[in-house]
C-alpha cells in the first residue's frame, strides 16, 4: 500500500489560513488523494478528494502537485471547530477493488484564539 | 438519511467474556471495515469484508472474529483471546467517493 507522510501537529490562529502537507511519493496513477478529520471521540468525517486537479468544495481546498508527490489541505479560515486530526489518505479508484486502507497518526491541528 | 449506526456507543466488558459490536450501514455499500483506534493512534485495520459471506482479516484480527450474512450488517466479536481489549472502535464502508465512519463504539474492560 502507498504510504503518505504527515506533520504531527500543527497550530493556527482562529481566522487565518492553514496548510496541511502531506507526502506521497510512492503514489500509483490510480490512487485517489483523500483527506478526512476526526474530532475527539467520533469516527472519521470526510473533507475531499482529488485525483490530477485542485479541488474545492465547502469545507476546504486541495492542491495537488503536479507530479502528484504532495498535496495540501487548505483551511481558508480555521474556527475553533476546525481543531481536529486531519488524515491524509491514498485508495485506489475502482470501486470494485475494495483494498484494505491504512491509516497513519494524521496531523492535529491546534487552533487557538 | 443513509449512514452507518454503531451501537452501543459504550460496552463494558468483564475479563473473559466475548462481546459482540454491532455495525450496520444503509448505503448499500458492499465494502465493510472495521478498525481499532487507542489514544493518540491512528487506526488500525482489524477485518474488512468486500462482499456478503467474504471477509480478510487486517493487521491487528487476532482475538477478533466477524460475520458478513448480510450487506447491511458486520458484526465484530471482541473474544476473551484479545488481551488488550480497550480501546475505540470504528466501523465503515466504502463507496465511490470515500469511506463513511460510523460514530464508534467505546470498549472498556473492568
Known amino acids: 500500500d502507498a504510504k503518505t507522510t504527515q506533520p504531527n501537529s500543527m497550530e493556527s490562529n482562529e481566522e487565518e489560513p492553514v496548510h496541511l502537507p502531506c507526502n506521497h511519493s510512492t503514489i500509483s496513477g490510480t490512487d485517489y488523494i483523500h483527506w478526512y478529520r476526526q474530532l475527539p471521540s467520533q469516527g472519521p468525517e470526510y473533507v475531499i478528494h482529488?485525483?490530477?486537479s485542485n479541488v474545492n468544495n465547502r469545507m476546504a481546498s486541495l492542491a495537488i502537485a503536479e507530479d502528484r508527490k504532495s498535496s495540501t489541505l487548505i483551511l481558508h479560515r480555521a474556527t475553533l471547530r476546525d481543531a481536529a486530526v486531519y488524515y491524509c489518505i491514498l485508495i485506489q479508484g475502482a470501486t470494485g477493488t475494495a483494498s484494505k486502507l491504512t491509516f497513519g497518526t494524521g496531523t492535529r491541528l491546534q487552533v487557538t484564539l | 438519511d443513509g449512514g452507518i449506526t454503531q451501537s452501543p456507543k459504550y460496552l463494558f466488558r468483564k475479563e473473559g467474556q466475548n462481546v459482540t459490536l454491532s455495525c450496520e450501514q444503509n448505503l448499500n455499500h458492499d465494502a465493510m471495515y472495521w478498525y481499532r483506534q487507542d489514544p493518540g493512534q491512528g487506526l488500525r485495520l482489524i477485518y474488512y469484508?468486500?462482499?456478503?459471506?467474504?471477509?480478510q482479516k487486517g493487521d491487528i484480527a487476532e482475538g477478533y472474529s466477524v460475520s458478513r450474512e448480510k450487506k447491511e450488517s458486520f458484526p465484530l466479536t471482541v473474544t476473551s483471546a484479545q488481551k488488550n481489549p480497550t480501546a475505540f472502535y470504528l466501523c465503515?464502508?466504502?463507496?465511490?467517493?470515500?469511506?463513511?465512519f460510523g460514530s464508534g463504539t467505546r470498549l472498556t474492560v473492568v
Open positions: 465503515a464502508s466504502r463507496e465511490e467517493r470515500g469511506y463513511t
Open positions: 482529488g485525483l490530477t
Open positions: 469484508s468486500q462482499i456478503v459471506n467474504d471477509f
